[in-house]
């Protein structure tokens, strides 16, 4: 049985936000194999999900699995976070230290809206909260911030999941979700890269 069948036959909005917050933290649970295979189950008529509430509990588990990060940026500090990242078990969780480095430089050359940007990109956004804690960010904006990109992110895989269901058979719905939320992750990145652009070149001429 692949990941994606077992959402289908398993998800509740327990696992969904269980699930968000380990994706969330350093676990390698990609969003796109579960909240579109929620959405696509919401979709039934005689579906016990509702398409607003696997949105709405995603996203409080991205949240969540996000303050974890945060904390641990915070309060362990760099040294403490680049071990584990060289750890045998953060090899295990897809972890090593250019992946921390790169997420640091990205949130360092963006600043606290790279906690924004940070979670529509594919590879980052699971991090991005250990450099905002690094950088003892404010945890109310880090949270609204972290609310915000992780609520538009889930919208548009719950988005893809949904509008698939009349589509897409079962058996196929993982390969075109994953070759979808990617495009679309990308489109997004460009549109707020282009929206902070703009902000920038309004400031300087006024």
């Known amino acids: 049985m692949s990941f994606i069948s077992w959402c289908l036959a398993h998800l509740n909005y327990y696992t969904i936000c269980f699930l968000m917050l380990l994706e969330s933290t350093v676990v390698p649970i990609p969003s796109e194999l579960v909240v579109p295979p929620a959405a696509y189950r919401a979709a039934g008529e005689l579906s016990d999900l509702n398409i607003l509430l696997v949105v709405l509990v995603a996203t409080i588990g991205a949240d969540l699995g996000a303050s974890i990060n945060y904390l641990a940026g915070r309060y362990l500090g760099r040294p403490a976070i680049y071990a584990f990242a060289n750890s045998t078990l953060g090899h ?3 972890l090593n230290e250019e992946k921390v480095r790169n997420t640091e430089k990205y949130f360092s050359d963006h600043g606290a809206t790279a ?6 990109v594919p590879g980052i956004r699971h991090l991005i909260s250990i450099p905002a804690g690094m950088a003892q960010m404010p945890y109310s904006r880090f949270l609204l911030y972290t609310t915000i990109g992780a609520g538009v992110w889930h919208i548009i895989l719950a988005a893809i999941g949904y509008s698939l269901a009349s589509v897409v058979p079962e058996s196929e719905l ?3 979700v994953t070759r979808y939320s990617h495009e679309i992750g990308y489109v997004m990145l460009g549109i707020f890269v282009l929206f902070i652009v703009y902000l920038v070149v309004k400031k300087k001429k006024q």
Do not use: Q, S, V
């Open 174 to 176: 993982e390969a075109t």
């Open 115 to 120: 906690t924004l940007i940070g979670r529509l």
């Open 92 to 94: 295990i969780c897809l």
